[in-house]
């Protein structure tokens, strides 16, 4: 069974520090890893993700993660936050089939 | 990516009533979803929509509280029905594209019921 875990329900960065979100999943098959932001008020936003090529991911608005198969990781990275970078982040997995398993979300507050 | 809509984007219900969210996709697809996420907690896949063909179901989730219409390949609808406060949550409909490999979301209905 498909599982996502992620560490820390809430995280809090200075503007300019690095961002880093953890996200460990388990799955029994090679899996395809998201990363989804959620701003307040709307939906999710695909941010990456990967699907078996290129282990380092970048996506969009400066973030990236990297598939550490012997981990079983792919933590979400930013080199320096922004205050626009305040939202909730989902990591979800998925076999390449339609069901997605997502982890509880992490949220970003970025301090000034 | 498609551009998904949804309507309507918030509502307060009172108990008792049903609700029906629609979601529209500015092109066709054939696969979309439809999600809850309660409050404070992540998403949860209630069904999955196939035009042509039945809704199927996730577990603890049944099509006679959640029916679901999918006439088209570019519009899906999600009914709560008989709803109770336990139902107030974010209702998000989801695309698949890209051959099955990333899901793309609307912006979602956020439904309170007292």
């Known amino acids: 069974a498909q599982s996502v875990t992620q560490l820390g329900s809430h995280v809090s960065v200075s503007e300019g520090a690095l961002v880093l979100l953890r996200c460990n999943y388990s799955?029994?098959?090679?899996?395809?890893l998201f990363w989804y932001v959620q701003y307040p008020n709307q939906g999710l936003q695909l941010l990456l993700k990967?699907?078996?090529?290129?282990?380092l991911v970048k996506g969009i608005n400066g973030f990236e993660a990297e598939f550490k198969k012997s981990e079983t990781s792919f933590h979400l990275t930013k080199p320096s936050a922004h205050m626009s970078d305040a939202a909730e982040y989902f990591c979800a997995v998925s076999r390449g089939t339609y069901k997605y398993i997502f982890g509880t979300g992490t949220r970003l507050k970025v301090l000034a | 990516s498609a551009v998904i809509s949804q309507k309507p984007s918030r509502d307060i219900c009172q108990r008792g009533t049903s609700l029906t969210i629609q979601c529209q996709v500015d092109?066709?697809?054939?696969?979309m979803f439809w999600y809850r996420q309660q409050p404070g907690q992540s998403l949860t896949l209630i069904a999955t929509a196939n035009q042509g063909s039945e809704a199927t179901y996730e577990s603890g989730f049944v099509i006679d509280k959640f029916p679901i219409s999918r006439p088209n390949l570019t519009f899906s609808t999600l009914t709560v029905s008989n709803m109770s406060p336990e139902d107030s949550s974010i209702y998000l409909c989801?695309?698949?594209?890209?051959?099955?490999?990333?899901?793309?979301f609307g912006p979602g209905t956020r439904l309170l019921v007292l």
């Open positions: 989801s695309v698949d594209q890209e051959g099955g490999e990333t899901q793309y």
């Open positions: 990967y699907t078996s090529a290129a282990t």
């Open positions: 799955s029994s098959v090679p899996p395809y």
């Open positions: 092109s066709q697809v054939t696969m």
